[in-house]
């Protein structure tokens, strides 16, 4: 049983833009920070954005720098991942994490909770 549901995957053609969204679910979590991870087949789960739900940290993998935005919504207490520009190398399931820390946040050891992940593919 997840913590939290990512949704909004799907398949979208290279140059093309897909958002994201994670939700924590019906099961009661606290956290200070909220990631979002990724992995390729045959790879391992990788760092690619986190921000804290005060803003005063945004982190992100230097591969999708000015191409993705990390955000969220406080009220709602969802994040959001905002992918432009996407690349077929940019093709993997994406994982939301949650973390009662504030640092480390590009380390996946820090997080205490995780969704299930959502499948991203981009088509060339």
């Known amino acids: 049983q997840v913590q939290l549901v990512e949704s909004g995957g799907g398949l979208v053609r290279a140059g093309g833009s897909l958002t994201i969204s994670c939700v924590p679910s019906?099961?009661?979590?606290?956290?200070?920070?909220m990631g979002w991870f990724r992995q390729a087949p045959g790879k391992e789960r990788e760092f690619v954005a986190a921000?804290?739900?005060?803003?005063?940290?945004?982190r992100y993998t230097q591969s999708v720098k000015g191409r993705f935005t990390i955000s969220r919504d406080v009220f709602k207490k969802t994040v959001y991942l905002k992918m432009n520009n996407l690349e077929p190398e940019d093709t993997a399931v994406y994982y939301c994490?949650?973390?009662?820390?504030?640092?480390?946040?590009?380390?996946?050891?820090?997080?205490?909770?995780w969704g299930q992940g959502t499948q991203v593919t981009v088509a060339s």
């Open positions: 921000v804290t739900w005060n803003l005063g940290a945004l």
């Open positions: 019906t099961r009661p979590f606290g956290s200070f920070a």
């Open positions: 994490a949650a973390a009662t820390s504030t640092e480390g946040l590009e380390d996946e050891a820090t997080y205490d909770s």
